[in-house]
């Protein structure tokens, strides 16, 4: 089945600071999504991205799709304690996004 | 709307016992999927399903059953549970086509001892 890594597994950074987590796969997406899930918490939706290249900003959050539709980011600017949590990337594991196979996490802490 | 509800949020269960969690989404989403957590092992899909009727197997779908009678309810069946079988269990829906994101219940933390 499809496989993604996403890296780095942990960060931790002053609040203020920028974070960026990265998702990489070995073969061509039709899309990618990403999801946020707080601690002791449930994974909520952020965004899909479908073209090549694409950027979509929400707030201080700015989400890429490679040009190659291979990997993809998302970083957060200046960070605040409410962006705690566990940061996924989910890509489609089969024909279509029926069945997502999700990165194993970025878990972003900050030291106020 | 209540979205996606799962029950019940904690259970212990000891090892060869059987259990079913529910999970049920107002949202008349087609799509709907569970998935186990594991620390250090991020969401590991056991089974999903495209409609009522249809079901089919994920990453992980050994020791788990599952049916989808109605678009509503997807329940998930452990038939004899193991200590392997401790996690975290989501139960997620999407509107059919998954390109909206999945809305994911709250979770069912499962002991087996």
């Known amino acids: 089945g499809q496989q993604v890594m996403q890296i780095p597994q942990y960060q931790h950074v002053q609040e203020g600071e920028d974070f960026t987590t990265y998702c990489n796969s070995s073969?061509?997406?039709?899309?990618i999504q990403w999801y946020k899930q707080r601690p002791g918490g449930h994974p909520v939706f952020l965004i899909q991205?479908?073209?090549?290249?694409e950027v979509k900003k929400q707030k201080r959050l700015t989400f890429q799709f490679g040009e190659a539709k291979k990997n993809s980011s998302l970083h957060i600017t200046a960070t605040q304690t409410t962006d705690v949590g566990t940061y996924f990337c989910?890509?489609?594991?089969?024909?279509?996004?029926?069945?997502?196979?999700f990165g194993t996490g970025t878990r972003l802490t900050i030291i106020p | 709307n209540a979205g996606v509800t799962q029950t019940p949020k904690f259970q212990v269960l000891k090892t060869g016992q059987s259990m079913t969690l529910q999970c049920a989404q107002d949202?008349?989403?087609?799509?709907m999927s569970w998935y186990r957590q594991d620390p250090g092992m991020g969401l590991r899909l056991i089974h999903y399903?495209?409609?009522?009727?249809?079901?089919d197997q994920g990453e992980v779908p050994n020791g788990y059953n599952v049916s989808r009678s109605t678009t509503e309810d997807f329940p998930l069946r452990l038939l004899s549970a193991a200590p392997s079988q401790t996690s975290v269990y989501f139960c997620?829906?999407?509107?059919?086509?998954?390109?909206?994101?999945?809305?994911f219940g709250s979770g069912t933390r499962l002991t087996v001892v």
């Open positions: 399903s495209v409609g009522a009727g249809i079901t």
């Open positions: 991205l479908v073209k090549s290249g």
């Open positions: 073969t061509t997406l039709s899309n």
């Open positions: 949202m008349n989403h087609e799509y």
């Open positions: 989910a890509v489609p594991g089969g024909f279509g996004n029926e069945k997502l196979t």
């Open positions: 997620a829906s999407s509107r059919t086509g998954g390109y909206y994101g999945y809305t």
